[in-house]
């Protein structure tokens, strides 16, 4: 399981992530709030099985 994403990306997916799971505690109080999880583990592990499928990659390439 290599990387995919880049910094910018993963901090973009902690942030919502941890907006979307705020649900579940404030606000409405729906169960959907637990969505947020997704981008909040892919963010933390830096790799979207997604991103893999599709051949995407965020991350910056190394300059020799």
Known sequence: MTKNEGTIDRII??????????I???GPQTPWGYVGL????TG??????????????TLKKAVN
């Open 13 to 22: 997916r902690i942030i919502v992530g941890f907006a979307v799971l705020s």
């Open 24 to 26: 579940v505690f404030v």
């Open 38 to 41: 997704i981008p909040l583990l």
């Open 44 to 57: 933390l592990i830096g790799y979207c099985p997604l991103y893999s499928l599709l051949g995407i990659c």
